[in-house]
């Protein structure tokens, strides 16, 4: 089973970049689908990105354009580079693993190694 911990977060103001790294431990990473998710104070915790292990990405709508994310399955890592960031991205963002069916691939329930998630703040 792969064991998953986050890097990278921090304080930003509006408009600037963050990247976050997740690295995994365990056997057959280059299998699973890895996802980033994320729960802001007082909300449920939402899809951000899913990258499946062919390579296909997906984005929810409020990240689309100003995210991307990446994998390296040599190093078994999983980015997530944040751009034009805004107040609303505040949140503790987590990384995932599992293996949902493409339909599945937003779901939160889908995915079984999750990380502690590392703490995002914008703020001006």
């Known amino acids: 089973q792969v064991q998953l911990v986050e890097t990278g977060g921090g304080n930003v103001q509006p408009g600037d970049s963050l990247r976050l790294s997740c690295g995994a431990s365990?056997?057959?990473?280059?299998?699973?689908?890895l996802a980033w998710f994320r729960q802001a104070p007082g909300k449920e915790r939402e899809f951000v990105a899913a990258l499946r292990s062919t390579g296909q990405t997906y984005y929810s709508d409020s990240v689309k354009g100003r995210f991307t994310g990446s994998r390296d399955n040599t190093k078994n890592t999983v980015g997530l580079q944040m751009n034009a960031l805004r107040a609303e991205d505040t949140a503790i963002y987590y990384c995932a693993a599992g293996r949902p069916i493409l339909a599945a691939v937003r779901e939160s329930s889908m995915y079984y190694t999750w990380g502690h998630g590392t703490q995002v703040t914008v703020s001006s």
């Open positions: 365990g056997a057959r990473f280059r299998d699973y689908t």
